[in-house]
C-alpha cells in the first residue's frame, strides 16, 4: 500500500524559505510515478485549501493564487518525492501541510479540492512568525 510522508515543516521568520518534502514509501511506492500529486495545507479552524498540483510527468503545475511567484513544486520520479520550495514565507502561509496523491495522472480542473485525492501523508506543521 502507498504511504505518503511530509517533512521538512518548522518554525520560520516571516520573508525566510523552507523546502517541504513529500516522499512515497511502502509495498506500492513505485506507483507514484504515475500519479499527480497536490499540496494542501489547513490553518486551525479553517478548511484544508489547495497549494499546487504536479502532474505524473512533472509539467504544467498549477498554483494557489496567493502562493504564485513564491511556491514552487516539484518532483523526483527516482526519488519517489515531490517538494514543495516556499520563499518569501507569510504568517498567513501558517498550517499543517499536506501531501496527496491524485486519482489521476494530471492535475484535473478541481485539483485545488480534497475529492481530486485518495492518499493523503500525515502533514507537517509550517509557522511562520516573527
Known amino acids: 500500500q502507498l504511504q505518503l510522508v511530509e517533512s521538512g515543516g518548522g518554525l520560520v521568520q516571516p520573508g525566510k524559505s523552507l523546502r517541504l518534502s513529500c516522499t512515497a514509501t511502502g509495498f506500492a511506492e513505485w506507483t507514484l510515478d504515475y500519479y499527480a500529486v497536490g499540496w494542501f495545507r489547513q490553518a486551525p479552524g479553517k478548511e484544508r485549501e489547495g497549494i499546487s498540483c504536479?502532474?505524473?510527468?512533472?509539467?504544467?503545475?498549477d498554483y494557489l493564487d496567493s502562493v504564485k511567484g513564491r511556491f514552487t513544486i516539484s518532483r523526483d520520479n527516482a526519488e519517489k518525492s515531490v517538494y514543495l520550495e516556499m520563499n518569501s514565507l507569510k504568517p498567513e502561509d501558517t498550517g499543517n501541510y499536506y501531501c496527496?496523491?491524485?486519482?489521476?495522472?494530471?492535475?484535473?480542473?478541481?485539483?485545488?479540492?480534497?475529492?481530486?485525492?485518495?492518499?493523503w501523508g500525515q502533514g507537517t506543521q509550517v509557522t511562520v512568525s516573527s
Open positions: 504536479i502532474s505524473s510527468s512533472g509539467t504544467i503545475p
Open positions: 496527496a496523491r491524485a486519482v489521476y495522472g494530471f492535475c484535473e480542473h478541481n485539483w485545488a479540492q480534497v475529492r481530486a485525492y485518495e492518499s
